[in-house]
């Protein structure tokens, strides 16, 4: 997998808190960005497989 380039215009009160909060965690803002970015991205595949799977279970004849 290789890599690309994305440029964002942000303002400046909004590159400020997400230099605060990656300061935080020791990390820099590119990083800050592309961690948090990749978490929603999991959030989202994972909330697709639970709501795949309780439609699955939810055709099946209960076991009880």
């Known amino acids: 997998m290789g890599?690309?380039?994305l440029s964002?215009?942000?303002d400046g009160?909004?590159?400020e808190r997400l230099r605060h909060h990656a300061a935080r965690?020791?990390?820099?803002?590119?990083d800050y960005v592309i961690r948090t970015?990749?978490?929603d991205?999991?959030?989202?595949?994972?909330?697709?497989?639970?709501?795949e799977t309780e439609k699955?279970?939810?055709?099946s004849p209960d076991p009880g």
């Open 25 to 30: 965690r020791g990390m820099s803002v590119q």
């Open 3 to 5: 890599t690309s380039v």
């Open 13 to 15: 009160e909004l590159l």
């Open 56 to 59: 699955f279970y939810a055709g």
């Open 41 to 51: 991205d999991f959030d989202e595949r994972f909330q697709a497989a639970v709501e």
């Open 37 to 39: 970015l990749i978490r």
């Open 8 to 10: 964002l215009r942000i």
